[in-house]
T-cell receptor
Framework: KQEVTQIPAALSVPEGENLVLNCSFTDSAIYNLQWFRQDPGKGLTSLLLIQSSQREQTSGRLNASLDKSSGRSTLYIAASQPGDSATYLCAVRTGSSASKIIFGSGTRLSIRP | GAVVSQHPSRVICKSGTSVKIECRSLDFQATTMFWYRQFPKQSLMLMATSNEGSKATYEQGVEKDKFLINHASLTLSTLTVTSAHPEDSSFYIC????WGGGAADTQYFGPGTRLTVL
């Protein structure tokens, strides 16, 4: 059974710092991995999607890497801003016919002005 | 990009009543829709997968008679929480996969419905 874990559960850093969020998954047979952002009481915003054949994706100040063989992904946020404060979720697409998306527990990020 | 809507966005009901949540794919046809539940400060947990025109597949531990799912068309799925109780209070999010199948297909998420059972 696929399990997705995110470390740390919560993180608070001062504005301007670069930071890394971690995600690990137990079964390397994934189709893709996606990072989402969720603001309090809101739905999901897709940030980056990495296909299983890819090793990283970049969008602006965000960079996500994938090491499928070791079951790990990282989300790097450069020059953090207060507006980056949110919960970040990683999710893997897995199962027969890529039928399921399994979410990690999330990292609650707070950027202090 | 593709849009998935949910209605209502927020609902408060009394214990024992039933609540229906709608999930619509607005500009694409969704052969498969997914329903997730999220308790406060926890992650999304998959409840069930529904394919248009067939019965939903429920995850282990989810009561199919309590959470009725209907996927009657390629653009609409509904989740009915029957005889709701306070412990059913949660954030329910639906997701829709665009027609075509395959690992490369994108799954789009709705904005969620906040259910509060008094």
């Amino acid at each position: 059974k696929q399990e997705v874990t995110q470390i740390p559960a919560a993180l608070s850093v001062p504005e301007g710092e670069n930071l890394v969020l971690n995600c690990s998954f137990t079964d390397s047979a994934i189709y893709n991995l996606q990072w989402f952002r969720q603001d309090p009481g809101k739905g999901l915003t897709s940030l980056l999607l990495i296909q299983s054949s890819q090793r990283e994706q970049t969008s602006g100040r965000l960079n996500a890497s994938l090491d499928k063989s070791s079951g790990r992904s990282t989300l790097y946020i450069a020059a953090s801003q207060p507006g980056d404060s949110a919960t970040y979720l990683c999710a893997v697409r897995t199962g027969s016919s890529a039928s399921k998306i399994i979410f990690g527990s999330g990292t609650r990020l707070s950027i202090r002005p | 990009g593709a849009v998935v809507s949910q209605h209502p966005s927020r609902v408060i009901c009394k214990s024992g009543t039933s609540v229906k949540i709608e999930c619509r794919s607005l500009d694409f046809q969704a052969t498969t829709m997914f329903w997730y539940r999220q308790f406060p400060k926890q992650s999304l947990m998959l409840m069930a997968t529904s394919n248009e025109g067939s019965k939903a597949t429920y995850e282990q531990g989810v009561e199919k008679d309590k959470f009725l799912i209907n996927h009657a068309s390629l653009t609409l799925s509904t989740l009915t929480v029957t005889s709701a109780h306070p412990e059913d209070s949660s954030f329910y999010i639906c997701s829709a996969r665009e027609w075509g199948g395959g690992a490369a297909d994108t799954q789009y998420f709705g904005p969620g419905t906040r259910l509060t059972v008094l």
